[in-house]
């Protein structure tokens, strides 16, 4: 049986809706347009560095490492630049979306946005061999207990019953670059394979492909922190204080986007 909870985490319906809709928005990730831009650059810059101290004329030699240094620094501090605008984007919003009240339940005349949502957490590191899941009021949901070659999750429901088995690919790759997920996981229940999570070949955090049978057949798409039916945003991993939230539709909570979910351990 698990410990009670010493200090009950909870995200407002502020904070939530921040990190669904508005964090997503008003960050900038860096995209591939601008990794490639600035790759070219640097291959440029390069080139030049190369080609005065190959021919060692008095023009090129010190210009070409000028440029070289040049490109190297701006890339630097553009790439921080971008980030810490990032941070304080999104400190700004959860700050203040701290000062205002729960209203949990206030406008009931008002549409639910998360209706017939979960929302799921658990804890950002993977303390020793087990990691609790948790609902938004701190009840268990699921437990997750890692093998001692930490290639495989036992999944259990919150009355102890292993109800699945998540097995890790390669692990020479992430789910995300700041993760230490594998590249590509499987769900098994009973022996019976029911899901199957790949990251698609390339930079970053990039594409990841859900494909699952339970509860039904369903392919969803992972990108940019967001699960997708097609063109359609069905729910969201995000980070907020210690934990990592699940906020998904139930229709698109299924073995895949858990596994996902609990194999992104930072």
Partial sequence: MSEPMVHEERLTEYERAICYSTIPNVTNPLTYGAIAGYALLLIGASFLMV???????????????VVFGVVVVLGIMGFL??????????????AEAET??????????????????????????????SLEVHDNRGRMVYSVAKSTSGQAWDVSDAS????????????????DLSAGTPSGVSVSRDDRDTAKVTRRPGFGSGVVDVRSKMPA????????????????????????????YLDIRKTALNDGSLALFLTMIR
Avoid: C
Wanted: aromatic content about 12%.
């Fill in 51 to 65: 080609y005065g101290l190959r021919t060692e004329e008095s023009i090129w030699d010190p210009w070409g490492m």
């Fill in 100 to 129: 205002l009240p729960n209203v949990e339940s206030g406008f009931d005349a008002l549409p639910d946005p998360f209706e017939g949502h979960s929302l799921l957490r658990h804890t950002r590191r993977f303390a020793g061999a």
């Fill in 160 to 175: 102890d019953h292993v109800i699945m088995t998540i097995t890790a690919g390669n692990d020479d790759r992430s789910f």
């Fill in 81 to 94: 630049a971008r980030a810490i605008a990032n941070q304080v984007q999104e400190r700004s919003a959860l």
């Fill in 217 to 244: 057949d369903e392919d969803l798409v992972f990108r940019a922190g967001g699960f997708y039916k097609g063109s359609e945003l069905v729910g969201r991993i995000y980070f907020i204080r210690a934990y990592a």
